[in-house]
């Protein structure tokens, strides 16, 4: 029987679908209900869905991990490095006002990140306006609701063609 050659790096890399990651941080597990004037009317498995939809019609694996525990989000940011994730889409939260060892974290494992707020952190109190995540990600997406999670997915996905 004739032996296979061996797949190229370039090939294997085109047939295994990329993996990205979506983190939410604590507390957005109560989206839909929670303080809508700021959040919406969507909940995390509204979000989540979309996500989904959107990223199996572009071929890519995506995965959605909510906690309300600061350890849980960083042991799936170390995860996500054994996985060869390519990019992460995070909502920290609050932990994005607070939570220095999130933030080693996710530069420890080196992906590159979106970070994505439902509401404009800047138009409200001034705690909200510092965030611990910011310098360190590709960009930012304020203010524009749970249609600021798709537009990240669009932006990585158009990333991901160029890679
Ligand atoms: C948030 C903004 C944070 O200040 C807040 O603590 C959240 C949600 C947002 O999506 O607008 O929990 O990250």
Do not use: C, W
């Amino acid at each position: 029987m004739k032996k296979q050659k061996p797949a190229s790096a370039e090939s294997e890399k085109a047939k295994t679908p990329a993996k990205l990651l979506v983190l939410h941080g604590p507390n957005l597990n109560l989206l839909g209900s929670r303080e809508p004037g700021y959040y919406g009317l969507a909940t995390l498995a509204d979000i989540n869905l979309a996500l989904a939809r959107r990223a199996e019609a572009a071929g890519v694996e995506l995965e959605s991990f909510q906690s309300n525990h600061e350890g849980a989000l960083i042991e799936r940011v170390h995860a996500a490095r054994e996985q060869n994730v390519r990019y992460i889409i995070i909502n920290p939260a609050a932990y994005t006002h607070t939570s220095v060892a999130l933030r080693d974290a996710v530069a420890a494992a080196g992906i590159p990140f979106v970070e994505v707020h439902l509401s404009n952190v800047h138009a409200r109190e001034a705690f909200r306006h510092h965030s611990y995540f910011s310098d360190l990600a590709i960009g930012v997406i304020t203010g524009l609701g749970s249609e600021g999670y798709l537009l990240a997915l669009e932006y990585l996905l158009s990333r991901l063609n160029s890679d």
